[in-house]
């Protein structure tokens, strides 16, 4: 491993010493009965997810079959659970908490919550929100299954800042990704101030993707005539990549040209942005002309790219 990597390595293994630290104070003494974080976790699972099957369980909690099959049995005999067999599948068992095992569930939930009350109290707001940031932050980079679950929202208002953090998005990731100078993110500015100035959401639509309302992606249609309209600011960070989101965008904005009445839809891409473009071409989209450009701190081929909707 190179240094930056033998560092990142290392402070996440620190993170997860001290982690693994507090859940085991956790699991010794904030719910203070006779089930650990695990069978507290199936407990709570088994009463909030519909249809609830052992095998949802393996798949959701990543857990050993054996090892949740006696944590069942025991929940079962303890009257805390009990099964119901599908009348479509016969060997399919649902399983649901017994009166007795939400009531325990409540009392668990409490004493949970009362315990982190108890961790965060001399915190203070600020860090208490510092904090929460954070968690959802090692959430969403390394939950990728809660994307493929559709998780992150899609919105189409246009509200104050969502344009400034669209810069940044292209600032930083076309820095990072593809090398590009400050210009380009002037060049990104400028427009939007030439958008704006023709702006109408009769004619125009954004779509902002957020995860823990944080924006990771976006994309919009920006109408030039009646017929003929741009697709623009097509972004995602490269953690969200390859689970779905980009092509769940790009379906929305092809649906509403569509519905709008739109014929024709064009949009700019550099030469390099080969997985970009192969989405493109494999929505329909052929190249039309291309042009030299060296404004960016490289030497770029820019191509247009046109569908007949």
């Known amino acids: 491993m190179n240094a930056i990597n033998t560092q990142l390595v290392h402070t996440i293994r620190k993170f997860n010493r001290f982690y693994t ?19 507290a976790r199936i407990l709570y699972e088994i009463r909030h997810i519909e249809n609830c099957t052992a095998k949802r369980l393996r798949e959701e909690l990543r857990i050993d079959a054996g090892y949740l099959s006696r944590i069942l049995k025991r929940f079962e005999k303890e009257g805390l659970i009990y099964r119901e067999q599908s009348a479509e599948d016969g060997r399919l068992y649902y ?15 409490e004493r949970s919550n009362q315990q982190i009350l108890e961790m965060i109290r001399e ?23 809660s994307f493929k679950n559709n ?6 208002d246009l509200q104050p800042g969502d344009v400034g953090q669209l810069i940044h998005l292209h600032g930083r990731i076309y820095a990072d990704e593809c090398g590009y100078n400050h210009f380009f993110e002037g060049y990104v500015c400028k427009t939007f101030y030439n958008f704006f100035e023709n702006y109408s959401p009769n004619k ?10 944080e924006m990771i992606g976006a994309i919009a249609i920006v109408g030039h005539s009646a017929e003929k309209a741009q697709l623009r600011w097509f972004i995602l960070r490269p953690e969200y990549r390859g689970v779905g989101i980009g092509q769940k965008m790009l ?5 509403y040209s569509r519905e709008k009445g739109y014929k024709t839809l064009f949009l700019e891409n550099t030469e390099d942005q080969q997985k970009a473009i192969k ?20 030497d770029l081929i820019e191509q247009t790219f046109e569908l007949n909707l």
């Open 279 to 298: 989405m493109y071409t494999k929505a329909g989209f052929r190249k039309v002309s291309a042009h030299e450009n060296h404004a960016w701190g490289k």
């Open 95 to 109: 399983l649901y908490p017994t009166e007795y095992g939400k009531e325990t569930m409540a009392k668990l939930d």
């Open 151 to 156: 998780k992150f929202t899609l919105r189409s």
């Open 204 to 213: 125009d639509r954004f779509w902002f993707a957020e995860l823990n309302g």
């Open 251 to 255: 379906k929305e904005a092809l649906q």
């Open 123 to 145: 915190l203070g707001e600020e860090k208490q929100k510092n904090l929460v940031q954070s968690m959802q932050g090692i959430e969403s980079a390394l939950a990728r299954d």
């Open 21 to 39: 630290n507090i859940l085991g104070l956790l699991d010794r003494h904030m719910l203070e009965s006779d089930f650990s974080l695990s069978e």
